[in-house]
């Protein structure tokens, strides 16, 4: 089983409802759990082919990022 | 790779396609960032860290390999780019003022009659209905009758 990637999304840049329909996005890729700390919004994800594996954390956060900008414009996706 | 300060005095970090700088909120807020990075979304991964308070780590890594000048090329763009949003951001706020006016003005106008017309109105349809020294008129005298 591939090991987990990592992804932290600090909370004063990223909104969590943006982080978590990023994950809900790329869940197909793989097996992707949120959490959070007292800073930080946490993705764990492991992806199902170890090839996707460094396309999903930058895919995820370009997404996360994205949704986030459009959510403080006020645009809902 | 390697750290360089190159001319504009933002210290770039320079790795594997990816370039890293950090963003002093003080002078680009969080909105002219956040302009800068949605154009840039397309172009590469674009991921943002908080560094400290009041100081957003930007991380660009391309979609493909870069040499190191392309890397800072990305960088010094993305570094325009807040200077272009943040003069957005200026121009927009102090027009701000002169769209509420525009804005006012065009509905003021459109609700038809000003008020000074609707009150001149008024006076002039309660001066025609009442007569303060109710003074009777006989019907059948007529002006030069």
């Known amino acids: 089983m591939a090991e987990p990637l990592a992804l932290r999304f600090h909370k004063s840049l990223y909104l969590g409802d943006a ?3 990023a994950a809900e996005r790329f869940a197909a890729l793989g097996a992707i759990t949120l959490g959070e700390s007292d800073a930080d ?19 995820l ?13 006020g645009i809902s996706t | 790779m390697s750290d360089e300060t190159p001319d504009n005095g933002v210290t770039t970090e320079l790795g594997e396609r990816r370039v890293r700088f950090s963003v002093d909120e003080s002078i680009y ?11 840039f979304i397309d172009r590469c991964y674009v991921y943002l860290d908080r ?5 957003v780590q930007v991380v660009l890594r391309t979609r493909a390999a870069a040499s190191e000048d392309e890397l800072h090329a990305l960088a ?14 200026q121009i927009g706020e102090s027009n701000a003022r002169l769209r509420e006016f525009i804005m006012a003005r065009a509905l003021f106008s459109a609700e038809g009659p000003s008020t000074i017309d609707r009150l001149l109105a008024e006076l002039d349809a309660e001066e025609m209905a009442s007569d303060d020294l109710d003074i009777p008129v006989p019907w059948e005298k007529t002006p030069g009758g």
Not at chain 2, 51 to 55: H, L
């Open chain 1, 19 to 21: 982080v978590r329909r």
């Open chain 1, 41 to 59: 919004w946490l993705v764990s994800a492991v992806p199902l082919r170890e090839s996707v594996r460094a396309r999903l954390g930058d895919e």
């Open chain 1, 61 to 73: 956060s370009n997404h996360a990022l994205f949704e986030t900008i459009l959510a403080r414009k």
């Open chain 2, 29 to 39: 807020d969080l909105d002219v960032v956040m302009g800068a990075a949605y154009l």
């Open chain 2, 51 to 55: 560094e400290a308070d009041r100081r």
């Open chain 2, 76 to 89: 010094g763009h993305f570094a325009n780019e807040l200077l272009n949003q943040a003069l957005r951001k």
